[in-house]
């Protein structure tokens, strides 16, 4: 019976499980997760080589001219040695780790989430997947506000990919897409594009994409040629947190 049980382990039947319990749905960008991994043991005593975090999202993928959504490993975490778990037991393994600052926010079709993956040793691994909220960090939570209380209201915010002129850590950056809907740029500007280029802790580093509203013949050409666009490259320290806006402004009305 002990064979035929380890035999079926080793395809994943009666194998050990595991399931994660996060403290909480909801993070911000930087911010600890604490929770528990508990490891169910199965018919049979087993080794376990490791347990695995890995943090997935999507972005927006070309393929065959086609606009697909894949998904992404942006970050991996070990967070046990190897073990055995015997027939039936149970072990609570407590564990924490650093989200990384730069987490796509889950706005819009962005989404963020944990996958569990159980080594064992000679059988079938076992995983879970966890959802999470993440929220922007502190520095780039000033900057959205920022944006919104000139009078820009938010229409879209996706995961796209990007050359490698503009990556960083990822093959893809978060672009939040802005329309005036009140303020001073109401008019003057089609949209306004925010993507985050990087992020380390007390620093963002943006593309701004200023889309000026067509004037007259002129501006109507311009706009035909897509030379109505300006980019513009800004970094934000903490040393800026409470002059974003005003600077933000300055910059964009430069622009526009």
């Known amino acids: 019976m002990s064979f035929f049980n380890k035999m079926l382990a080793s395809f994943g039947i009666g194998s050990a499980k595991v399931d994660t319990q996060l403290e909480k749905s909801s993070y911000s960008a930087g911010e600890t997760v604490r929770g528990e991994v508990e490891v169910y043991g199965g018919n049979v005593a087993q080794q376990i080589n490791t347990i695995y975090f890995t943090l997935y999202t999507t972005y927006i993928k070309e393929v065959d001219d086609r606009k697909v959504s894949v998904p992404f490993a942006f970050h991996k975490f070990k967070i046990s040695d190897p073990f055995m778990i015997q027939a039936n037991e149970t072990k609570i393994i407590p564990f924490s780790f650093v989200l990384p600052v730069d987490t796509p926010v889950t706005i819009g079709n962005s989404r963020v989430w944990v996958k569990t993956e159980l080594d064992i040793q000679s059988g079938v691994d076992s ?130």
């Not at 915010?157 to 672009?175: G, L």
């Open 127 to 256: 995983t879970d997947k966890d959802f999470i909220e993440v929220r922007p960090s502190r520095l780039a939570s000033h900057v959205l506000n920022a944006v919104q209380h000139l009078g820009f209201r938010l229409r879209k915010a996706e995961n796209e990919q990007v050359s490698f002129r503009y990556r960083k850590n990822y093959p893809f950056i978060q672009e939040f897409e802005f329309v005036p809907v009140t303020g001073p740029f109401r008019g003057r500007l089609d949209e306004l594009e925010i993507a985050f280029l990087s992020q380390e802790e007390g620093y963002v580093e943006l593309l701004l994409e200023v889309d000026r509203r067509a004037r007259g013949l002129g501006g109507l050409f311009a706009e035909m040629l897509d030379v109505d666009e300006s980019h513009v490259r800004v970094t934000f320290t903490e040393a800026d947190m409470y002059h974003i806006e005003s600077k933000l402004q300055q910059i964009i009305t430069r622009y526009s």
